[in-house]
């Protein structure tokens, strides 16, 4: 069975910053691509930002500039920084991963619980 488990969220002010954090466990034999999706109160859950295998990157237009996606694959780990935080970046954020399993063929896409920030003075 395969978790991710995210953390580093929490209240912060206009202009701040925050590193989200989310890590895998389990029988993992590899890990593909992983990335961030948020979710606003009444809103559907959008993509923030993804990460492949080999460090290709994708952002949302509206965290353009602010926020940086990384990983560390021997961590099975994957990091958003977030920068110049505005209050519209209030969400619930979900980490994302697709993981083939050991003594598997295929990969399956995992979620995270989720973990709140919340941008406000």
């Known amino acids: 069975q395969v978790q991710l488990v995210e953390s580093g969220g929490g209240l912060v002010q206009p202009g701040g910053s925050l590193r989200l954090s989310c890590a895998a466990s389990?029988?993992?034999?590899?890990?593909?691509?992983m990335g961030w999706y948020r979710q606003a109160p009444g809103k559907q859950r959008e993509l923030v930002a993804t990460i492949t295998s080999s460090d290709s990157t994708n952002y949302a237009d509206s965290v353009k500039g602010r926020f940086t996606i990384s990983r560390d694959n021997a961590k099975n780990t994957v990091y958003l920084q977030m920068n110049s935080l505005k209050p519209e970046d209030t969400a619930v954020y979900y980490c994302?991963?697709?993981?083939?399993?050991?003594?598997?063929?295929?990969?399956?896409?995992?979620w995270g619980q989720g973990t709140q920030v919340t941008v406000s003075s």
């Open positions: 389990g029988s993992i034999f590899r890990t593909n691509a």
């Open positions: 994302n991963a697709d993981i083939r399993e050991r003594g598997t063929l295929y990969y399956t896409n995992y």
